[in-house]
């Protein structure tokens, strides 16, 4: 570039000379240098029309000359980007990074934009974890002013987190802080992982998982002073620390309502706060409470009420006196909500989460719950809500700013149980059907045992409300096997409606409808029939049937060779008598409360999870029980990262109207109750002599279980590995359904007994066991292995020492 002399100062725009301009007009170029007062140029004029000529990018060289009195401006034009092209990429794919670079096909070529593109591809692959990553741009002349631009890239090896280490951490161990982070290390199993890979975006979301742990769970002081990540050669990755300044625990003291709101009873509010005098302080309580309170008091006419907590820390005492302090915030009005970025997410999928809509009175503790529900959603990757002035001085205007996430499931899956054998799962799902928020999902199993569909959709928000809908339809085959001598089938749906009651309580009404038919082997039913009336044990023996359909001859005495009817088995008389009612239709009506404070659903470690179902049969259909059952599950650490459980269950199951209890409705005790025993291992069974000893069932039981589980320290933090020891107790007791069989004549009876009676164990014992098991959250899925020792029981029980089950998603 040459920059003008003095001598400039005299030219005048009409004699300005343009060369070199191939695809630029002239004129053009000439508009950039506008001459000052009198039509005169100055130096000052003319440098800036350079920097501006070099500013649209057009020009690759730009110089000033001054021949006979004259200002010749000389401009090289840059190329044309005849094709842009990635060599050597094969961890990302072309059409993402023809996306992130600003050098596009037919485009103008720019030497410092090619430098920029350079720089954003390299910046891809080290937030993909490789740092070892080289670009070097190549520029292949075409002629004409055209050029190829090709990015030949050197991906190199993937740069992984070799270790995680904090500092100044106490209160909790590595191992447990290192379940907080979505970071994890590299190790054996990476390869099915992609969060070892060092990411500087996630280490800062980390950071704040870090903080907000801490404020959770009683440290208000808590700093996470730095997160650092150095490259260490001899580790082959990065060494990311985490430098912790955890202060006291604290617990709340005096919890207090102050109101300067005229007219509003405070004494009202009290029970509607989250956070209690002498538990542990927990700043999510202190959220969730600012916002209960914002929406009872606008419920009750202040709706411009403004909250805020004010902690008051006695440093002695490791209290935190918490007052809530409600003023009469400025009257303002939202004017307009505006969403923006949901490409597919309807407007009112968004719109509904908001309590407030245009014209309310603006309040901040509803828009910071509207944020919260959004997130909640998991349709987008993120969601920001700011405010901006509106028209007026009591206007405010919020904008809400999302990016679309992926929300469509496809997943293939496949476990082994002891019980069911071998089984797959296809399944395809979504979880924002067409934007509208809907859930859809449907799948189809097969496995050794068992076989069939189910298909569901969910409405999450019915008739405006925040309730959810939900409808099912099901079907599955459960073939015969060393637990059951029968087969079931059984076909059906469901309707059932979520309400939620509050943050931790719901209450799920339903009713569900199937068709249940029961078929068996010739071999377990080969004893029917009018012709074994006579026979007190029904044993008519049968010719034995040869190759060529005819009855087997003995040659030394000349007589047909027989067999009883009982040398294959028998199915129980409770079984053929299902068998004998075909196809029967169960209506179902009936509800669940579910109360969850549970700190993780997936890995709890404190908190507690109880269910109540109850369900009644009979509204329709072809048969009438009851039954009510109770699941209470209480967690809680009891050293640091030994978390221990305690289990209790119950359940109680009846006929009315003059009906028996059908041997299907009967509750079964199997290791879901009591481990150590089979699935129907055990608990009310049928005893008759050549039978199959199938299981009844009982009418009423309860369990207990505690549970001790320990990570195994020796292994990775990622392979997610623990130790259980455990103790089970329970009952299975009261078999309510038939004992005498006097249709098609008398088939079996119990020695010593009356004809037609039923010989069955019923003893209501307690069955106990203790074990081991190792649990392995593994990337193939959860995975449980149990070994568990019967300690009672009785001798026709079945005992299944071993116990393995799991499965996977991919």
Known sequence: MTVAQTTAVAQSASQIVV???????ADTIRSYFRPGPGGRLDAGTIDQGIKSLYATGLFEDVRISQPGGRLVVTVVENSVLNRVAFEGNRKIKDEQLSTEIQSKPRGTFSRAIVQADTQRIVELYQRSGRYDVKVVPQIIERGNGRVDLVFEIDEGAKTGVAKIVFVGNKAFSDWRLKDVVKTGETNLLSFLRSNDVFDPDRVEVDRDLIRRFYLRNGFADVRVVSATAVYEPAEKGFVITFTIEEGERYKFGSVKIESSVRNLDVNRLYDRMRTKAGAIYNADAVEKTVEDLTVEVSKIGYPFASIRPHGDRDYNAHLVNLVYVMEEGPRAYIERINIRGNTRTRDYVIRREFDIVEGDAYNRGLVDRAERRLRNLNYFKSVRITNEPGSAPDRVVINVDVEEQATGEFSISGGYSTADGFIGEVSVGERNLLGR?????????????????EL?????????QRLALGLDVFAKETTSSSYYSYTSKTLGGSVKLGVPITDNLTFQPRWSGYSQ???????YNNCWGDQYANSALGRYPISVIGA????????????????????DGEASLAVRRELANGSVFVSLVGGAFSYNTLDNNKNPTSGLLVTLNEDFAGVGGDVNFSKTTVDARLYNEVLPDVVGLVRLQAGYATGWGGEELRMLDHFQGGPNLVRGFEPAGFGPRDLTPGSNQDALGGSMFWGASVEVQTPLFFAPKDFGMKLAAFADAGQLWDYRGPTTWDERGLIMTCPDQPQNIVCYGDANSIRSSV???LIWNSPFGPLRFDVAYPLTYEDYDKKQVFRFGGGTKF
């Open 19 to 25: 060369e070199g301009n191939r695809r630029v007009e």
């Open 437 to 453: 928020g809907h859930v859809a999902r449907a799948s189809v199993t097969y496995g050794e045992k068992s076989r069939g569909f």
């Open 456 to 464: 569901s959709f969910v409405e999450p928000y019915l008739l405006g």
């Open 517 to 523: 038919e029961l078929e068996l082997d010739d071999a």
């Open 548 to 567: 060529d359909g005819n009855p087997l001859i003995d040659p030394a005495t000349g007589a047909q060779f027989t067999r009883n009817c009982y040398y």
């Open 771 to 773: 074990g081991l098991g």
